[in-house]
């Protein structure tokens, strides 16, 4: 299969990499940066971790026409630059491709929806784990497991050939009929863990070991379930607060997309996963004070960066 990943961070490297030495297929990375895909087709993808270390040699083109329509766009993107993305890649979509998107947060399938339409939208969550080491290297942080769907919950031969391809590439995947109910599942546990590892820059385990961050995990969570709750949208595990704490327990040494982007003073997806919840619950009358505090908190590092305090030396 022709494959298009779009976006050239950690998931995006580690998905391009794995399809093209595990699963064999025919991988061609977008990255905007003409400069950069030059050195990423030079070098390859260095990846280390849980999938053991190797190089990928993947096509990287800066403009889409350059690799054509594909089979298959995986989009790879952090979510504020979903949009962006439609625009890039509309030449390597053509009538038959269809379009994966496994990013954090809620609100892609919505823009994805509007400029390719949900017939060939492929939507799901995926739990593994990758940590940006530099350009062209990444680290598979730990493997967890993907699952993918349609919004109206039909499996068509292409999900199933989709499946098949990542689970070959070694990130095993399920096929949900209810992807409204994955993508929200997997909210809920970023809700918990993104903000608060990034505001405290502490990985994910340390959030459950002290209790003042335990205490606003607990809070954030249970506002976000009572916006699920209200929205009739069904969780995949019964207790949302134990199932959150047990990611930070199996992803203890991570440090999270969040923080990862706090580090290297980047823009994050706050917006698309606590905002998202303030947003939500806003609509519905539901207070959502934690979540509140946390956006605004994200949201001021991020407009900050150039004025955090240093110690004069
Ligand atoms: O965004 C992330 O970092 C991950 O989705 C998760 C599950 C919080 C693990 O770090």
Redesign the pocket.
């Known amino acids: 299969m022709k494959i298009a990943v779009v976006g050239p961070g950690a998931m995006g490297y580690l998905i391009a990499a794995l399809l093209k030495t595990k699963a064999k297929e025919d991988v061609w990375l977008v990255d905007k940066r003409a400069e950069r895909a030059k050195k990423l087709n030079d070098r390859g993808i260095f990846v280390e971790g849980s999938s053991g270390e190797f190089t990928a040699k993947v096509n990287v083109v800066s403009e889409a026409k350059e690799a054509g329509v594909c089979d298959l766009a995986v989009i790879c993107v952090k979510s504020y630059s979903t949009e962006d993305a439609c625009k890039d890649i509309k030449e390597m979509v053509g009538p038959k491709t269809s379009v994966l998107t496994l990013q954090?947060g809620v609100g892609n399938i919505q823009i994805l929806n509007d400029h390719f339409g949900q017939e060939r939208l492929i939507a799901g969550v995926t739990?593994h784990?990758a940590t940006f080491l530099g350009v062209g290297r990444v680290r598979h942080a730990g493997k967890g497991d993907t699952v993918i769907g349609n919004a109206d919950g039909k499996v068509l031969g292409m999900i199933r050939d989709v499946a098949n391809i990542l689970t070959k590439a070694g990130l095993e995947t399920k096929i949900s009929k209810d992807i409204q109910s994955v993508i929200w599942s997997k909210l809920v546990?970023?809700v918990g863990?993104?903000a608060l590892t990034a505001v405290m820059r502490l990985h994910?385990g340390k959030l459950i070991e002290y209790p003042g961050t335990r205490e606003l995990l607990r809070g954030a969570v249970h506002e976000a379930v009572k916006v699920t709750k209200r929205k009739r949208i069904r969780l995949n595990y019964d207790d949302p607060v134990q199932k959150v704490e047990s990611?930070c327990k199996a992803?203890a040494g991570?440090i999270?997309?969040?923080l990862q982007d706090v580090l290297a003073r980047k823009r994050t997806e706050i917006d698309f996963i606590n905002g998202a919840i303030v947003r939500q619950g806003k609509a519905l009358g539901i207070p959502t004070p934690v979540n509140e505090a946390l956006t605004n908190l994200v949201k001021t590092i991020e407009s900050s960066y150039e004025e955090a305090v240093k110690l004069p030396c």
């Open positions: 954090n739990n784990g546990i970023n863990i993104n994910n990611v992803t991570n999270s997309s969040m």
